[in-house]
């Protein structure tokens, strides 16, 4: 069936430091591909998407790739804030409604 | 309007009761998804709904959990008998259905203490 997996975290960061957050996949067809962010105390919000090969979603400066020749869907971010402290989610849109989540990695970001 | 709603925001209760969780999505969306995070875990997929029939059951970890949706709108998580393992955020999340590439909106979930 449809994967995904993530880096294992926490990931902890000094501000403005370059961010990157590994995503891989596994998935017949051609999957739609999202990062879902969850701000302490909040829920899961869409931080960006990418619907076909070679599409970069991006927002609020972070930006991530759709690789289908390494099934990857990277997160990127030139220079980190600590309001970035979250937990991030890749996740997948296969070939019916289910969505498929990876684990989550969490990002601390230091002043 | 209003985002998805989810109720109660926090829920405790003792091995051995039954509970219901309930969700309002967003107005217009037919497809409703629930999902269990536990502590330091990621999103496990429980049940999906087009409109009120549930297509993809197959994420519902036993017997004991069951859902329900009604008027294409509203749904509701039960789960019988809890046990402490049960203990977890439970989220809801719409969209708009039809179309692959649609977004998932999520609720702020219910947080459930099986004491």
């Not at chain 2, 509970?19 to 969306?29: A, K, Q, T």
């Not at chain 2, 955020?89 to 692959?100: D, F, K, M, R």
Request: aromatic residues 10%.
């Amino acid at each position: 069936g449809d994967s995904v997996t993530q880096m294992e975290g926490p990931v902890t960061l000094s501000e403005e430091a370059f961010l990157t957050i590994n995503c891989t996949y596994t998935a017949t067809g051609y999957p739609s591909l999202f990062w879902y962010v969850q701000y302490p105390g909040e829920g899961l919000q869409l931080l960006l998407k990418a619907t076909k090969a070679d599409d970069k979603g991006s927002n609020k400066g972070f930006e991530a790739t759709y690789r289908k020749e390494t099934t990857s869907f990277h997160l990127e971010k030139g220079s980190v804030q600590v309001s970035d402290s979250a937990v991030y989610f890749c996740a997948l849109q296969g070939g019916g409604q289910n969505f498929v989540f990876g684990p989550g990695t969490r990002l601390s970001v230091l002043p | 309007g209003a985002g998805v709603s989810q109720s109660p925001s926090n829920k405790v209760t003792e091995k051995g009761k039954d509970v219901e969780l309930r969700c309002d999505p967003i107005s217009g969306h037919t497809a409703l998804y629930w999902y269990r995070q536990s502590l330091g875990q990621g999103l496990e997929f429980l049940i999906y709904f087009q409109g009120n029939s549930a297509p993809d059951k197959s994420g519902l970890p036993s017997d004991r959990f069951s859902a329900e949706r009604t008027g294409g709108s509203v749904s509701t998580l039960t789960i019988q008998r809890t046990q402490q393992e049960d203990s977890a955020v439970y989220l809801c999340a719409s969209s708009l259905a039809g179309n692959l590439k649609n977004i998932q909106y999520f609720g702020a979930g219910t947080r459930l203490s099986v004491l």
